[in-house]
């Protein structure tokens, strides 16, 4: 019996192919963790709007037209809502002071993560993660920078590395007490 192995020749060529494969997808394969990190941010953004939404359907039931203080029925009844039927955070008070700012200080973006969504990725004040160790950091803020009430929340997303701003980062997630609004930012 005679046994043939490869020749030289045919080993250079399928090296050749393989080399040539590599270079094609390796670009693409690279592409995809940014690509990973918009959809996680984009289905966290999507459960929030959901919360927002039951939330508001639960306020229409319960006082349309009106803050409320303690939503019962939902989310354990600590949710308080503005007049428009929006989450504005928990633990507001009876009666609510300021009826279009979110939260109690700047830990209100926070709270209403925390209590809004189930299983939800980490978030912290930046303030209090400074080594960037929580998935997301949480602002909360105004349209106009003034100081009409902070009434939106943002949240930047920092597991992937982004140490920038909340007005430059790659990934934000915001969310406005307005109207209810929940979007994601992808600069």
């Known amino acids: 019996m005679k046994q043939r192995g490869f ?9 050749i192919v393989v080399a040539i494969l590599a270079v094609i997808a390796f670009p693409r394969l690279t592409s995809l963790r ?3 990190e918009l959809a996680q941010a984009k289905a ?10 039951f939330a508001h ?17 939902y989310v354990d009844g600590v949710l308080d809502l503005n007049a428009a039927g929006y989450p504005l955070g928990i633990n507001k008070n009876n009666p609510m002071g300021q009826a279009q700012q979110i ?4 830990a209100g973006c926070v709270s209403l993560w925390q209590t809004l969504i189930v299983d939800a990725p980490s978030v912290a004040l930046p303030s209090n993660d400074p ?3 929580a998935d997301y950091h949480a602002y ?11 009434s939106r929340c943002s949240y930047v997303y920092r597991a992937g590395g982004d140490r920038a701003d909340r007005d430059s980062a790659a990934i934000v997630i915001e969310y406005r007490s307005e109207d209810g609004s929940v979007g994601v930012i992808q600069r």
């Open 57 to 73: 359907t639960r306020w229409q039931i319960v006082s349309p037209g009106k803050e409320i203080v303690n939503l019962p029925g």
């Open 7 to 15: 020749t030289l020749m045919e080993l250079v060529i399928t090296l």
């Open 131 to 133: 080594d960037f160790n």
């Open 44 to 53: 966290v953004a999507a459960s929030f709007q959901q919360a927002v939404a």
């Open 103 to 106: 939260g109690k200080g700047d």
């Open 34 to 36: 940014p690509e990973a």
């Open 140 to 150: 909360r803020h105004n349209e106009n920078g003034d100081n009409n009430p902070m």
